[in-house]
């Protein structure tokens, strides 16, 4: 394997974990930025009453995204299984 196919296959690797990872961080993102504005506003400065609604919706991402994660994972694992003949 040459350094060009390792770093091909780490700069997909990162790209799939991007990916994978970006529903549940955007949901995360975009509760706590809504939550922090209302807490600016009504100047609650509670902890706890930021996390529980960002949690909250981060497992609805989850939960609504999970057939697309699998499927991405299993198509990368494919690709990967699959080219392991020709790269070694």
Do not use: C, N
């Amino acid at each position: 394997m040459d350094p060009h196919e390792a770093i091909d296959l780490t700069r997909e690797a990162v790209w799939t974990a991007v990916l994978i990872g970006s529903p549940v961080l955007l949901a995360g993102l975009l509760v706590g930025l809504v939550v922090g504005l209302l807490q600016a506003i009504t100047q609650i400065q509670e902890q706890s009453v930021s996390f529980v609604p960002k949690l909250l919706a981060m497992v609805v991402a989850l939960s609504l995204a999970m057939p697309w994660l699998v499927a991405r994972m299993i198509q990368y694992s494919a690709e990967l299984i699959d080219g392991i003949p020709g790269r070694f």
